[in-house]
């Protein structure tokens, strides 16, 4: 094996360690977040439930400000990524019923970031508020005029597309939010896939026919 070669290969392997050591932090120092908050977390505790040294951590994210507000981009990261797939060419019926079961998905496999979103908003934001005003904005100002394009091709009702998704927010991320309160209430330890499946069921027939949008 020749020189370069074997500098591409350690190059490649550096770079694997490097990814998986960062999705393992971001990992754990969600779990730690959503458990415990913000001030209740500290780099020590990520550090010893990872099995990393603390000196690791801190070379990836400088502080605990820096870890919570990566923790917290990623989280709107795949929000802002199911809300860009609707388009004004969809058809609203097909739209809406795909993003209500990706954020019930969401809501099931990542539950504690959406309870993290969740404590951050219930704080005031402090953390947050910036990408709210800015990226959040900008994406839900985009994906309630599809909603208006959609009203306008008569394919729905002219109803309020802000209290639109505020309403699908609340009732989808509710699976994570109050996942415990629903599990005690149905007597079990956990809710399965069938509690999600039917909830993005149920919430999808009640949005379309609320809207006026033929299910044929």
């Given at each position: 094996m020749t020189d370069t070669k074997k500098s591409v290969i350690k190059r490649r392997k550096s770079a694997d360690i490097r990814k998986g050591n960062l999705q393992l932090i971001l990992t754990v120092a969600e779990q730690r977040f959503a458990e415990f908050?913000?001030?209740?977390?500290?780099?020590?505790?990520?550090?010893?439930?990872?099995?990393?040294?603390?000196?690791?951590?801190?070379?990836?994210?400088?502080?605990?400000?820096?870890?919570?507000?990566?923790?917290?981009?990623?989280?709107?990261?795949?929000?802002?990524?199911?809300?860009?797939?609707?388009?004004?060419?969809?058809?609203?019926?097909?739209?809406?019923?795909?993003?209500?079961?990706?954020?019930?998905?969401?809501?099931?496999?990542?539950?504690?970031?959406?309870?993290i979103f969740a404590s951050e908003l219930l704080h005031g934001a402090p953390f947050l508020k910036e990408k709210l005003q800015t990226d959040l904005k900008v994406q839900f100002i985009s994906t309630c005029q599809v909603i208006r394009e959609w009203i306008a091709k008569q394919w729905m009702n002219p109803i309020s597309p802000e209290h639109l998704l505020f309403m699908i927010w609340s009732s989808t991320q509710a699976y994570a939010d109050y996942g415990l309160q629903s599990s005690i209430l149905m007597g079990k330890a956990e809710l399965d896939d069938d509690d999600f499946e039917t909830g993005a069921e149920l919430i999808t027939q009640i949005v379309l026919r609320g809207c006026g949008i033929k299910q044929l």
């Open positions: 908050g913000y001030n209740g977390t500290t780099i020590s505790s990520i550090a010893e439930q990872a099995n990393l040294p603390k000196s690791n951590i801190l070379y990836y994210f400088k502080t605990k400000e820096v870890l919570y507000k990566e923790v917290l981009s990623q989280i709107l990261k795949i929000w802002l990524v199911d809300m860009e797939q609707m388009t004004a060419d969809q058809h609203p019926k097909e739209a809406l019923r795909q993003y209500i079961l990706l954020k019930v998905r969401q809501s099931k496999d990542h539950s504690n970031a959406s309870r």
